[in-house]
């Protein structure tokens, strides 16, 4: 090739003309920056080129504004022994290539960081791209060529295609599909179709991202929120009772209302010795004595119990068991859920304060109500429960009597022998009068050395054997007295009330306590019948 100075300065690019050393003989205005390199011997690829005629190279040029050229050269020989080295300036097709390449890269960076898979749809509406890594732990070649309904198990309602049959830009999209091991996956989508020339739809394209762990966390926070409301439900029923009596009736309901239970049964655990007893219940309920036995030992019962779906726990005060909820659920409805669970043992919490409360109640009642020595009722209580059994009696024309008893020479126990062996005394009268009288009846230590029984429903026929027969065992108090001179007995004075009367009660209590001061003032150590009231309706008669 024969080229000189003025076919140089003709090439549109850079262009050098080199002897057979490799130095310069000429070159043209753009060949500038490429002839520094080579004087500077900054040209690496010079020696192949000037080895292998026809050979070509790229090679990045530092330029002297700033920046790179980067050139690819080939070399031609020339006549002579010259080699010729052309250039073609390729710096903007690499700078694009490279950008398109990263712009690329970043996409699918970009593309695989915000979603957990892509994938395209075809017109056939079979999955003909997923994303290399593969989804719903399948390959991506096991899902090409499959449909995305047969992993679907709840799609959002979105009034229209969804996401994989999307004609319109979609944006997450709630989607419940079927992971390869069978377990649902909640997946976020969002999705564009794809059409072709003449506008037809020619498939759909999209990212999913999987969002399970978020919708747990979501349902389990709604189903603790809800729980918590249903607690304060059943909290806020129970305290706004003022009776503490009612309370334990109030927490039956609201938690068989709470928990959607048939019934509820609320035992309690009323001393340490004693068995559990039913306080309240609500609804229909099975016999829970078999629930109840396992309490020994275990704390919770879930399970089918005849015709029953049973849930059941034991209620606690301070680590100690102090009664049990029980529900219960016709077997038709749906089993118990770990939300039932968790509320009935939040229950059981409640209903072991309420009980505690209860039973502080009943104790400082029955302190208030009772002697505080022989356990009997005291004065109170006893005029008021036979006031009210007195109103009841009066209205049914039933009869009824009152005795009263007052020890015959205590105070010479108390003087001679001291008061431990005279509370001694008192506890043996006390047993005494219990074992001479019926449950229904009452018996009550009214102060000091007096006591009173009430008889229920007894004909005077009946009084009077009652009062013979505490004589006759009052002998055996001789033990306590205080000398022979002074021995210790009793005197009783009785009043009866046949049914149809009009008397008041206080009428009775005096007439009563007007027979027993009769004995005192007479010798002591008997008993007397007081005269019928004055608004008796058979005169009655005395004894």
């Not at 695989?112 to 994938?119: K, L, P």
Request: glycine share 10%; hydrophobic share 40%.
């Amino acid at each position: 090739m024969i080229l000189g100075p003025e076919g140089l300065n003709a090439f549109p690019g850079p262009a050098l003309l080199l002897d057979r050393d490799g130095d310069i003989v000429a070159a043209n205005q753009r060949a500038e920056p490429l002839a520094a390199a080579v004087a500077q011997g900054r040209l690496g690829c010079l020696a192949a080129l000037t080895a292998q005629p026809g050979s070509s190279s790229v090679e990045s040029l530092p330029m002297a504004g700033g920046g790179t050229l980067i050139l690819d050269l080939v070399s031609i020989p020339a006549e002579g022994g010259f080699l010729v080295v052309f250039g073609r300036d390729v710096t903007l097709e690499r700078n694009l290539r490279a950008a398109l390449v990263e712009s690329r890269q970043r996409y699918k960076d970009l593309v695989e960081i915000s979603s957990d898979f892509a994938w395209e749809v075809g017109a056939d509406g079979h999955f003909v791209f997923v994303s290399p890594k593969g989804a719903l732990g399948f390959a991506a070649d096991e899902l090409v060529g499959r449909r995305p309904s047969d992993f679907i198990l709840k799609e959002e309602s979105t009034h229209g295609p969804g996401p994989f049959e999307a004609v319109s830009p979609v944006e997450d999209i709630e989607v419940w599909m079927r992971q390869s091991d069978g377990v649902s996956v909640c997946l976020l989508a969002s999705s564009t179709p794809i059409r072709g020339d003449g506008g037809e739809w020619r498939g759909a394209r999209g990212v999913c991202r999987d969002v399970t762990q978020e919708r747990l966390r979501d349902a389990a926070l709604s189903r603790a929120n809800n729980r918590e409301r249903l607690l304060s439900y059943i909290v806020r029923t129970i305290r706004d009772e003022v009776d503490p009596a009612d309370m334990l009736k109030a927490a039956a309901e609201a938690t068989a209302r709470a928990l959607g239970a048939s019934g509820c049964q609320i035992f309690r655990i009323k001393a340490e010795d004693s068995d559990f007893d039913l306080s309240a219940s609500y609804g229909e309920a099975g016999d829970a004595k078999a629930v109840l036995d396992t309490f020994e030992g275990s704390d919770h019962y879930d399970t089918e119990l005849g015709d029953w779906r049973v849930l059941a726990t034991v209620s606690r005060y301070r680590q100690s068991i102090n009664g049990a909820v029980v529900l219960w659920r016709q077997m038709a409805r749906a089993a118990w859920s770990d939300d039932d669970r968790l509320l009935i043992d939040d229950v059981a919490n409640q209903v072991g304060l309420a009980a505690e409360q209860i039973t502080n109640h009943e104790r400082v009642l029955k302190l208030s109500r009772t002697d505080g020595l022989t356990g009997l009722f005291n004065r109170r209580a006893f005029f008021e429960e036979i006031a009210r059994r007195f109103s009841r009696l009066s209205r049914e024309g039933r009869p009824a009597a009152l005795i009263y008893v007052d020890l015959d020479n205590f105070k010479a126990v108390n003087d001679v022998h001291g008061h431990q062996a005279g509370d001694q005394a008192l506890l043996a009268v006390r047993d005494l009068l219990l074992q001479h009288t019926r449950p229904i009846d009452l018996v009550a230590r009214l102060g000091g050395d007096e006591f009173a029984i009430w008889l229920e429903a007894a004909e005077e026929r009946i009084a009077v054997k009652r009062c013979q027969d505490i004589l006759a065992a009052a002998k055996d108090l001789a033990c306590y007295s205080g000398s022979p001179e002074k021995p210790l007995g009793c005197s009783l004075g009785v009043a009866v009330h046949d049914g149809s009367a009009h008397e008041a009660i206080e009428e009775l209590i005096a007439r009563a306590d007007g027979a027993m001061y009769e004995v005192k003032r007479s010798g002591k150590g008997a008993w007397r019948m007081a005269p019928p009231s004055a608004k008796s309706g058979d005169g009655g008669h005395s004894a």
